[in-house]
Nanobody
Framework: QVQLVESGGGLVQAGGSLRLSCVAS????????MGWFRQAPGKEREFVAS????????RYTESVKGRFTISRDNAKNTVFLQMNTLKPEDTALYYC???????????????WGQGTQVTVSS
């Protein structure tokens, strides 16, 4: 069982930055692939980014490429999402997820956090 707790969300103006963190309570965090998803009001949850267990490979949805960066610190059981040049359309509830299999852009979360809200004002 893996428990995930996200933090770092908030209200920011367009063009600003936020850094999301997700701390995992897992003995073998370094064996899990990790990902970030988001869900805007009235929309389905969508994939944002994923990273392999070692951190050696990452994948992003097209709309965030060049603006968002996923990374991890296995020593601290933490995965990050650095979000730069934020846009109002990035407003959503952001979720962290863990899985035994990576899958790149097809990453499927097995364990989920409760989410952290990101609101970008225009």
């Amino acid at each position: 069982q893996v428990q995930l707790v996200e933090s770092g969300g908030g209200l920011v103006q367009a063009g600003g930055s936020l850094r999301l963190s997700c701390v995992a309570s897992a003995r073998s965090f370094s064996s899990y692939a990790m990902g970030w998803f988001r869900q805007a009001p009235g929309k389905e949850r969508e994939f944002v980014a994923s990273i392999t267990s070692s951190g050696g490979s990452t994948r992003y949805t097209e709309s965030v490429k060049g603006r968002f960066t996923i990374s991890r610190d296995n020593a601290k059981n933490t995965v990050f999402l650095q979000m730069n040049t934020l846009k109002p359309e990035d407003t959503a509830l952001y979720y962290c997820a863990a899985a035994n299999r990576w899958g790149g852009k097809d990453f499927q979360g097995q364990y989920w956090g409760q989410g952290t809200q990101v609101t970008v004002s225009s």
